[in-house]
């Protein structure tokens, strides 16, 4: 039932990847140089030149997984397919509902996804991050960039986080028993989450990622009630300041030295397959748990447009819409209304 006859725009944001090889370098750039990624003292001079610098040796150490999926992030494909199921399920459900994607670092823009939002004469606006998890970094910054960018006179609706919300749970412990299914006997098998890493001076200031995260894997676990051993680490560390422990490959070679076997390894912290997943644990850590004697490694893949992960999404929307001050999430994460 329609709980509104309003036009109603929902922007779903996101990091975004490069289209192309050539793309890398300035992907990475604008990652970098976003006030809410690089922080630091008389940041306002040096950022830029670290984010040049830093860039510049990134994409050079991850060209190669790029390479390996055709030479472009899958990222904006996904989302896209997102954005659609969404729209259709919210239609489906009695509203009239645009969704359109904005990207934090490529292409679509969030500059590009206010123009579609105005060209589609949108009369309310739901923003909904991808990130089941509040982190100044993801989150935060892509809230802020729309802040700073759109000053209509719309109501304006705001998911902060929805890593308590039913629904997704329910898409992510189907995922896992999925690729349970993959192994001859699941009940030796290792369950490792596998999370974005995040710098320890961001968690020191309050973030509340990791604390959302743990909570994340506790009710995962308790949701599908596999008897299996469990464990979380961290990837994606980027340069010589301390990240958020353990990572992915000391936990790989934890599990080699200990002669565990069967490894799944459930990303925990993404919702939608990109290079994180597919290059770095689906290609690099594959490779890395052979070497160490693991027989079968295996990953869950990526909700993408998982039925359950759309109705989760259109959950979050409708009860945007309908005007709750919380959500299921913690209080620090908040359905809120301008």
Not at 169 to 191: C, M, N, T, Y
Not at 239 to 244: C, D, E, F, N, P
Not at 253 to 278: A, M, N, Y
Request: aromatic share 8%; glycine share 6%.
């Amino acid at each position: 039932m329609a709980i509104t006859t309003r036009r109603i725009g929902v922007v779903l944001f996101q990091l975004g990847g490069p289209d192309k090889l050539e793309a890398i370098e300035p992907f990475l750039y604008n990652l970098f140089s976003d006030p809410d990624i690089i922080d630091f003292p008389f940041a306002r001079i040096g950022r830029k030149p670290l984010a040049k610098l830093i860039s510049a040796t990134r994409a050079k150490k991850v060209e190669h997984h790029y390479s390996q999926l055709g030479g472009a992030s899958p990222i904006r494909r996904f989302t896209a397919q997102q954005a659609w199921s969404l729209e259709s399920e919210l239609r489906k459900r009695g509203l009239d509902a645009h969704c359109f994607v904005a990207m934090r670092y490529w292409h679509p823009f969030t500059r590009e996804a206010i123009a579609q939002v105005r060209e589609a004469h949108c009369q309310e606006l739901v923003l909904l991050p991808l990130y089941p998890h509040y982190s100044s970094t993801t989150t935060g910054s892509s809230l802020n960039e729309w802040n700073r960018l759109f000053h209509d006179a719309l109501p304006v609706h705001r998911i902060e986080c929805f890593y308590q919300n039913r629904t997704y749970l329910a898409s992510l412990v189907e995922k896992i028993d999925e690729a349970l299914q993959r192994f001859p006997g699941s009940h030796g098998v290792e369950l490792v989450f596998s999370a974005h890493s995040l710098p320890m001076s961001v968690v020191d200031r309050g973030d509340p990622y990791q604390q959302q995260i743990a909570e994340t894997v506790e009710l995962v676990m308790a949701k599908g009630g596999w008897p299996n051993r469990y464990r979380l680490c961290y990837q994606s560390k980027v340069g010589a300041s301390r990240w958020l422990q353990p990572s992915l490959h000391s936990t790989l070679r934890q599990l080699g030295e200990k002669r565990v076997k069967s490894v799944c390894i459930v990303p925990i912290s993404f919702v939608s397959d990109h290079v994180e997943t597919l290059g770095e644990i689906d290609h690099e850590a594959r490779g890395e748990a052979r070497r160490l004697g693991i027989e079968q490694f295996e990953m869950t893949s990526g909700l993408n447009d998982s039925a359950t992960f759309i109705r989760a999404l259109a959950e979050l929307v409708i009860s945007a819409l309908s005007g709750p001050a919380r959500t299921e999430c913690a209080a620090d994460c908040l359905v809120s209304s301008d």
